[in-house]
């Protein structure tokens, strides 16, 4: 059985970078059929796609977010990792990592709320 | 505002049908497959239909998908109270230089 789970810090500073891990069990990382995804949730609001990353590196994001998003593969640690920078109140949201096939999100993780506040 | 337009909120008795569109356009729906996601509440999103009419493992009958033209329908029978839940429907926009869009998401109310 997949499982997802996402780590970091739950409160981030405005103008400051936003970092978060998923680590991935029951499964690799490496895997050929599939990429892996980030999605956030703004408190009371719908689901919005940041971007995806291949075992190989490569990435595909949001056009809306692709100046200020790195998303990055660690296949040695079964991890993968989003960085937000200059967050602003806006980026307040529940982020889910999720495993992506042929565009659809499979398997989640619980997701992790995140606040950008001094 | 979302890419993919879906009604805010459907209502209907237990044992009832209830359908939930998902509007789009060529560069989305028209020319890709249709997801549609089943959100509880406080719990992560979980896929319950791909490729336009396809269910995952586990996901009953009750809930089927389709597609015409630029629209998307998810509809769910023999309603349940456990299906109270948000919608949502996803897809590919080519128009949005290569993203995943979602619809803003439909509240399933059962009275």
């Known amino acids: 059985q997949l499982q997802l789970q996402e780590s970091g810090p739950g409160l981030v500073k405005p103008s400051e970078t936003l970092s978060l891990t998923c680590t991935v069990s029951?499964?690799?990382?490496?895997?050929?059929?599939?990429?892996w995804g980030w999605i956030r949730q703004p408190p009371g609001k719908g689901l919005e796609w940041i971007g995806s990353?291949?075992?190989?590196?490569?990435?595909y994001y949001n056009p809306s977010l692709k100046s200020r998003v790195t998303i990055s593969v660690d296949t040695s640690k079964n991890q993968f990792s989003l960085k937000l920078s200059s967050v602003t109140a806006a980026d307040t949201a529940v982020y889910y990592c999720?495993?992506?096939?042929?565009?659809?999100?499979?398997?989640w993780g619980q997701g992790t709320l995140v606040t950008v506040s001094s | 505002q979302s890419v993919l337009t879906q009604p805010p909120s459907v209502s209907a008795a237990p044992g009832q049908k209830v359908t939930i569109s998902c509007s789009g356009s060529?560069?989305?729906?028209?020319?890709?497959?249709v997801s549609w996601y089943q959100q509880l509440p406080g719990t992560a999103p979980k896929l319950l239909i791909y490729?336009?009419?396809k269910r995952p493992s586990g996901i009953p009958d009750r809930f089927s998908g389709s597609k015409s033209g630029t629209s998307a329908t998810l509809g769910i029978t023999g309603l349940q109270t456990g299906d109270e839940a948000d919608y949502y429907c996803?897809?590919?926009?080519?128009?949005?230089?290569?993203?995943?869009?979602f619809g803003g998401g439909t509240k399933l109310t059962v009275l």
């Open positions: 999720a495993r992506e096939k042929y565009y659809d999100f499979w398997d």
């Open positions: 029951g499964g690799s990382i490496s895997s050929s059929s599939y990429y």
């Open positions: 990353i291949y075992y190989s590196g490569s990435t």
């Open positions: 060529s560069s989305n729906i028209g020319n890709n497959y």
């Open positions: 490729e336009n009419n």
């Open positions: 996803g897809t590919w926009d080519s128009s949005l230089s290569v993203a995943q869009v």
